[in-house]
C-alpha cells in the first residue's frame, strides 16, 4: 500500500531514503525476494509522486479515500485473498513475510508485535473477502513495529538499518 496522504509526515514518505535508498524500494525490495510470486503496488492519486515513481512496479491506482476502503476496493477487484504490506513497513523483512504466508489457513490475517505489554501492528496483513475477524499471528522483533511516519522516524529507522 503506497497511496496515503503521508500527513503526519508532512511530504511522500515513501520517496525518502534510508542508506541511499527510497522507502518504497526497501519494501518492494523484501516483497520480490519473498515466496510471494506475484505482487502490485497500490498507489492513489494523493501521493502524485509515489505513483508516477511506481510506474516502474506492477501497480494499481486506488481511489486513495482511506486505508480500509482502498483494501476493500482491491479485495473487490480481485476476489480473491490478498496479501497487504504498508509501504512505509521497511523493517517487515523477506523472512517475515514469509512466515506470516506460511500460516495461513485461509481466514484474514493481521501481525502484530507485543512491545513493551502493548499491541503494535506492523503493517501486514492477508485480507480475505468476506472475512471480517482477523487472525493475529504474533512477532517478537519489537523493529518490525517501526513504520515511517514522522521524520523522526525516519531517523530511527536509519540508525536501526545502520545497526541491523
Not at 523472512?95 to 501486514?124: D, P, Q
Not at 504474533?138 to 545502520?162: G, K, Q
Request: aromatic content about 10%.
Amino acid at each position: 500500500m503506497a497511496g496515503g496522504k503521508s500527513s503526519r509526515y508532512g511530504r511522500e514518505k515513501l520517496l525518502e531514503t534510508i542508506h541511499g535508498k527510497r522507502v518504497i524500494d526497501i519494501v518492494v525490495g523484501n516483497m520480490s525476494m519473498s515466496i510471494v510470486k506475484r505482487f502490485f503496488v497500490a498507489v492513489s492519486w494523493n501521493a502524485p509522486r509515489t505513483l508516477e515513481y511506481c510506474k516502474r512496479y506492477n501497480s494499481i491506482i486506488t481511489p486513495g479515500i482511506s486505508y480500509p476502503d482502498d483494501v476493500k476496493f482491491l479485495l473487490e477487484k480481485f476476489s480473491r485473498p490478498l496479501l497487504v504490506v504498508n509501504g512505509d513497513s521497511v523493517f517487515v523483512d523477506t523472512e517475515t513475510i514469509n512466515l506470516f504466508v506460511s500460516r495461513y489457513h485461509g481466514r484474514s490475517m493481521t501481525a502484530l508485535v507485543n512491545s513493551s505489554g502493548e499491541k503494535v501492528y506492523i503493517g501486514l496483513n492477508i485480507a480475505v473477502p468476506g472475512d471480517e475477524q482477523d487472525e493475529v499471528v504474533e512477532f517478537e522483533n519489537h523493529i518490525l513495529s517501526l513504520n515511517i511516519n514522522t521524520p523522526e522516524d525516519l531517523r530511527r529507522a536509519e540508525t536501526i538499518a545502520y545497526k541491523w
